[in-house]
T-cell receptor, first 113, second 109 residues
Framework: IAGITQAPTSQILAAGRRMTLRCTQDMRHNAMYWYRQDLGLGLRLIHY???????GKGEVPDGYSVSRANTDDFPLTLASAVPSQTSVYFCASRATSVTDTQYFGPGTRLTVL | GQNIDQPTEMTATEGAIVQINCTYQ??????LFWYQQHAGEAPTFLSYNVLDGLEEKGRFSSFLSRSKGYSYLLLKELQMKDSASYLCAVMDSNYQLIWGAGTKLIIKP
């Protein structure tokens, strides 16, 4: 079934630990995004990639890094997790046109203690 | 700064009509999106407006006025499954989506 998968579904992490959230899409979409969603706030863009081999910073990039080695995968890494990174993380992808809709993965619920 | 405003919560009755408003102030405008998000799930696309006017899609319609920085989502013949959060998002001059905090819609029988 075409779509976006994310792993893990949820994770509890000790502060200071390194963590990589995985995102894979099989729709051959060029653009991919990482958002975090916190209660009472809108989705906030962390990092994005317009095409394989390129990445860019969003609204809240500090403490996070990404890579885009190929079209399908877009992992998000927290180098040293802090409690303020407790959130639900969504990966999304978009086809060719910038005004195409974004399709979202099921999300990863991350708790940093 | 960039800002998207929508009501935090609304309540409506099954079978009725509800209008969810969204006002925005952004650096540039390349279209406005509405997404639906059920609790614990991912957002899913509902509509896209880039020109002024009303776009109708089944029970859902979306309206845009660019001069007023205003949009609304109209849901008709409400069903219990429409209980969800509705997210308004504007594509800015950098072609990035700026998201509102969402409107939680509660449907009562």
């Amino acid at each position: 079934i075409a779509g976006i998968t994310q792993a893990p579904t949820s994770q509890i992490l000790a502060a200071g630990r390194r963590m990589t959230l995985r995102c894979t899409q099989d729709m051959r979409h060029n653009a991919m995004y990482w958002y975090r969603q916190d209660l009472g706030l809108g989705l906030r863009l962390i990092h994005y990639s317009n095409t394989a081999g390129t990445t860019g910073k969003g609204e809240v990039p500090d403490g996070y890094s990404v890579s885009r080695a190929n079209t399908d995968d877009f992992p998000l890494t927290l180098a040293s997790a802090v409690p303020s990174q407790t959130s639900v993380y969504f990966c999304a992808s978009r086809a060719t046109s910038v005004t195409d809709t974004q399709y979202f993965g099921p999300g990863t619920r991350l708790t940093v203690l | 700064g960039q800002n998207i405003d929508q009501p935090t919560e609304m309540t409506a009755t099954e079978g009725a009509i509800v209008q969810i408003n969204c006002t925005y102030q952004t650096s540039g405008f390349n279209g406005l999106f509405w997404y639906q998000q059920h609790a614990g799930e991912a957002p899913t696309f509902l509509s896209y407006n880039v020109l002024d006017g009303l776009e109708e899609k089944g029970r859902f319609s979306s309206f845009l006025s660019r001069s007023k920085g205003y949009s609304y989502l109209l849901l008709k013949e409400l069903q219990m499954k429409d209980s969800a959060s509705y997210l308004c998002a504007v594509m800015d001059s950098n072609y990035q989506l700026i998201w509102g905090a969402g409107t939680k819609l509660i449907i009562k029988p």
